[in-house]
T-cell receptor, first 113, second 111 residues
Framework: DTAVSQTPKYLVTQMGNDKSIKCEQN?????MYWYKQDSKKFLKIMFS???????INETVPNRFSPKSPDKAHLNLHINSLELGDSAVYFC????????????FGPGTRLTVL | RKEVEQDPGPFNVPEGATVAFNCTYS??????FFWYRQDCRKEPKLLMS???SGNEDGRFTAQLNRASQYISLLIRDSKLSDSATYLC????????????FGGGTRVLVKP
């Protein structure tokens, strides 16, 4: 059984396009996150939602918009994709806000051409 | 200065040997500390939490030095399967209790 799943696993697209990444967790967790891992392997938090409420919104361009239709889902929509958006995007969840253990999805490798 | 700093490595370790590496953090008010493990092209997974008194989990020992603001991870009797990137993670107690990840230390265990 997959705990945190993401789709798609790979995404190759042209500059200027709009794309979405979906995330679902079946752990019953309250909190979900989006992280970006760039080519230098630094993992940086982008957003966090707790029970569908936005809790953390790091300095991320407005082109990135998260949406949480319910606490089991957190999607990420990216408008007007740029070359610098190429990275691996990880979704994660935790039992509650601030919980030590975060469970990560398998990642979505985004390549912008 | 980065909030969480690690030696990127790689640490080349003979199978069966012991390897240890540190991670420094900038915020003295940081509340909790963890080591995550990330295999190549995979997602990070929690390896262990780091407690003030130090803690051990099998061949892995984690230590916290609050005065000098660093945590360490020691791996004894290294196995080939220990080859991975080890991510130092700190909860600095900021709004939302976000976790801040270091850039990772790569460990390669060789026969």
């Amino acid at each position: 059984d997959t705990a945190v799943s993401q789709t798609p696993k790979y995404l190759v697209t042209q500059m200027g396009n709009d794309k979405s990444i979906k995330c679902e967790q079946n752990l019953g967790h309250d909190t979900m996150y989006w992280y970006k891992q760039d080519s230098k392997k630094f993992l940086k938090i982008m957003f966090s939602y707790n029970n569908k409420e936005l809790i953390i919104n790091e300095t991320v361009p407005n082109r990135f918009s998260p949406k949480s239709p319910d606490k089991a889902h957190l999607n990420l929509h990216i408008n007007s994709l740029e070359l610098g958006d190429s990275a691996v995007y990880f979704c994660a969840s935790s039992y509650r806000q601030g919980a030590s253990t975060q469970y990560f999805g398998p990642g979505t490798r985004l390549t912008v051409l | 200065r980065k909030e969480v700093e690690q030696d990127p490595g790689p640490f080349n370790v003979p199978e069966g040997a012991t390897v240890a590496f540190n991670c420094t953090y900038s915020n003295s008010a940081s509340q909790s500390f963890f080591w995550y493990r990330q295999d190549c092209r995979k997602e990070p997974k929690l390896l262990m939490s780091v407690y003030s008194s130090g803690n051990e989990d099998g061949r892995f020992t984690a230590q916290l030095n609050r005065a000098s603001q660093y945590i360490s991870l020691l791996i004894r009797d290294s196995k080939l399967s220990d080859s991975a990137t080890y991510l130092c993670v700190v909860n600095m107690g900021a709004a939302g209790n976000k976790l801040t990840f270091g850039g990772g230390t790569r460990v390669l265990v060789k026969p």
